[in-house]
């Protein structure tokens, strides 16, 4: 059959990024107390596409990810590297999202359940410079306003926060232990279930360490800073506010001194 995609194009425009999106997959990552956890990933594939060269041919993007030997960052080289030499690219690029639980005992009662956080690998291969490979993890957790705290008679308000962080690392670094910088960086951690002395717990430890926006980004970026294995992180931490009628955030990334 006629090879149409192969054609040549004339218009000498390349394009830096073509592929497919929004491809949901089945998937399993690496858990730091179980081996191997199985999701649902959301996937976006693409490749570097020559000026000359009229499209991609769509179908082995598929092709590739159901031969992928394993969704960790050794095995995304390994596919990506695949990826480029099936379509004759010198780039290739993805990014899958996806749910991962952890398993977390509430902090007075010691009840198990599930928690999850958002995670993200964006990894790219580029036969002129290698194997680029970026962990992203929100983390949901509590907020409390030291402001309102200092001004008010009694209590002072709190909401949830979204701790996103994106690091780069040269040896594995676990999700759960980004998932513990984020917490220890807030006022509080939440829990999927509290009894009521949980929950007092929470109520009280978020009261006895308030946090602005400012504070939880600066430190979760101390946290990453001091950990072995990070070369490169950022932080952007988002408060959902519960007193004004929009939210906060903060960023900061690695170099960001001055």
């Known amino acids: 059959m006629k090879d149409v995609q192969s054609q040549k194009d004339t218009r000498n425009i390349a394009l830096k990024k073509v592929g497919i999106n929004d491809l949901k997959w089945p998937i399993k990552v690496l858990d730091k107390t179980s081996g191997e956890q199985t999701t649902v990933s959301t996937m976006d594939l693409s490749v570097y596409l020559p000026h000359d060269q009229r499209g991609t041919h769509m179908s082995r993007f598929v092709e590739v990810i159901k031969e992928a030997p394993q969704f960790s960052p050794k095995g995304l080289e390994e596919m990506l590297k695949h990826l480029v030499e099936r379509l004759e690219a010198k780039t290739g690029h993805c990014r899958i999202a996806f749910d991962y639980f952890v398993t977390k005992a509430s902090p007075v009662t010691g009840i198990m359940a599930p928690y999850d956080v958002?995670?993200?690998?964006?990894?790219?291969?580029?036969?002129?410079?290698?194997?680029?490979?970026?962990?992203?993890?929100?983390?949901?957790?509590?907020?409390?306003?030291?402001?309102?705290?200092?001004?008010?008679?009694?209590?002072?308000?709190?909401?949830?926060?979204?701790?996103?962080?994106?690091?780069?690392?040269?040896?594995?670094?676990?999700?759960?232990?980004?998932?513990?910088?984020?917490?220890?960086?807030?006022?509080?951690?939440?829990?999927?279930?509290?009894?009521?002395?949980?929950?007092?717990?929470?109520?009280?430890?978020?009261?006895?360490?308030?946090?602005?926006?400012?504070?939880?980004?600066?430190?979760?970026?101390?946290?990453?800073?001091?950990?072995?294995?990070?070369?490169?992180?950022?932080?952007?931490?988002?408060?959902?506010?519960?007193?004004?009628?929009?939210?906060?955030?903060?960023?900061?990334?690695?170099?960001?001194?001055?």
């Not at 979204?162 to 040896?171: A, F, L």
């Not at 509290?194 to 006895?208: C, G, N, P």
Request: charged letters at 25%.
């Open 118 to 258: 958002q995670c993200c690998f964006d990894a790219e291969y580029s036969v002129e410079t290698g194997f680029k490979f970026i962990l992203e993890v929100a983390v949901p957790a509590t907020t409390l306003c030291p402001c309102s705290k200092e001004i008010s008679e009694f209590g002072a308000h709190n909401q949830r926060a979204i701790i996103k962080m994106k690091i780069e690392m040269d040896k594995l670094i676990w999700i759960e232990d980004l998932v513990k910088i984020a917490e220890e960086s807030a006022s509080s951690p939440i829990f999927t279930l509290l009894k009521r002395q949980d929950e007092k717990w929470v109520t009280e430890q978020a009261y006895l360490n308030p946090r602005f926006v400012e504070d939880v980004a600066r430190e979760t970026a101390a946290r990453l800073e001091a950990y072995e294995g990070i070369t490169w992180y950022s932080t952007y931490v988002e408060s959902i506010e519960s007193i004004h009628n929009h939210n906060a955030f903060a960023y900061t990334e690695k170099g960001c001194t001055l």
